[in-house]
């Protein structure tokens, strides 16, 4: 448990994040481009189509895997400002700040594919839908939480201000998780769940958990990658960076 | 295989500008993330190894000129 703690404490000074993180990181990338070319080819070319959607079934691949990002990234978020606020830990602030834009990409895609996907197979592209509507307000929260964390001309003012909301905002994750069985309108329930098998044989979901899974590498590696330009950023007067930079030791 | 050829590949079963304009955005953006990513790590470590040598060579002239630097 000591051990444990000591980590999670060490976590938390920069320095140390910067020096693990870039050994941590490259082992993510591998990862996701592997999963992700994999997933592809397989959903693409591979996957039997389905017999009421055809090939537009496809979608899925790219749609399922945004959509758990966007919520998966949106309480990662909270989680960090948490800490943040809690220990006062700033490389918590800065994962949660560069975490923002990501999920609001990621919010974009899920919402962007799944209004392709619905003209084919609903014969719309929106419809004010439980589902859809909780993903739009999802997109706001992000832009909200980038905007307000720019709002402050004090940085540790915008950096607690963006916490509280992105802590209060994840209130719209379950109702995010819960709208299909609330007010199953338009929007399919779950794909995947935990307690049951797909509904769907395993040629099709195989291929979208290794989407899933090439997802959460490729959001694991980036969010790295752009903690530790933020770290240079914000450090940028600390002995170490100024050494790393080529500055006296 | 789902598809008998390539041409069939592309079609998609007529359903192709769904299935193209959503895997298009998506592998697009996803790319965007990763090039804007390196970069914004390229620039910033850049503007830090030149102010490094920028200040480096203050250092060196204000100390050939000593203690004339407040006369000029």
Known sequence: MGKIWSFIHKLGSPKWFYAISARLMPWFWVAAAALILVGSVWGLAFAPADYQQGNSFRIIYVHVPAAFLAQSIFVSMAVAGLVFMVWKIKVADMAAAVMAPLGAVMTFISLFSGAVWGVPTWGTWWMWDARLTSM??????????????????????????????AMVGVINIPIIKYSVDWWYTLHQPATFSVTSRPAMPLEMWAPLLIMVLGFYCFFIAATLMRTRSEILRREANKRWVRELAGGPS | M???????????????????????????????????????????????????????????????????????
């Open chain 1, 136 to 165: 739009l307000i999802l997109l706001f929260l992000y832009l909200g939480v980038i905007a307000l964390r720019g709002a402050f001309s004090s940085r540790d003012s915008g950096s607690r201000a963006a916490s509280v909301l």
């Open chain 2, 2 to 72: 789902a598809f008998d050829s390539f041409q069939d590949f592309l079609a998609m079963g007529g359903h192709a500008p769904y299935v193209w304009a959503s895997w298009g955005v998506t592998g697009a953006l996803l790319a965007g993330i990763v090039l804007h990513a390196r970069a914004e790590r390229r620039q910033l470590l850049r503007r830090l190894q030149r102010r490094e040598r920028r200040q480096a060579t203050t250092d060196r002239t204000s100390h050939q000129t000593g203690g004339q630097r407040h006369e000029a």
